[in-house]
């Protein structure tokens, strides 16, 4: 069994990879978009620190404000 195995022809590597691609539409964009995109920016950093501190703090008032109260 290990034999014929061993005898089967298999195709390219560098063949095999291009039926393997995915038929995806790819958008158009510029090469230094995704590189300015990806920086880190630390004002939008505690922007978003900043707005998920407040949405906690909300639900906080809110449990304890309406959630405590009985009929």
């Excluded at 390219?12 to 995704?34: F, M, N």
């Excluded at 004002?43 to 309406?66: D, K, N």
Aim: glycine fraction near 6%; hydrophobic fraction near 40%; charged fraction near 25%.
């Amino acid at each position: 069994m290990d034999i014929i195995v061993f005898l089967m022809h298999y195709r390219p590597l560098a063949e095999v990879r291009k039926g393997l691609r995915d038929k995806w539409y790819r958008c158009p964009i510029e090469t230094s978009r995704p590189i300015e995109l990806s920086r880190r920016n630390d004002l939008m950093t505690w922007e978003q620190i900043g707005r998920h501190l407040l949405l906690m703090t909300l639900t906080a008032y809110l449990r304890f404000t309406f959630g405590s109260r009985t009929g």
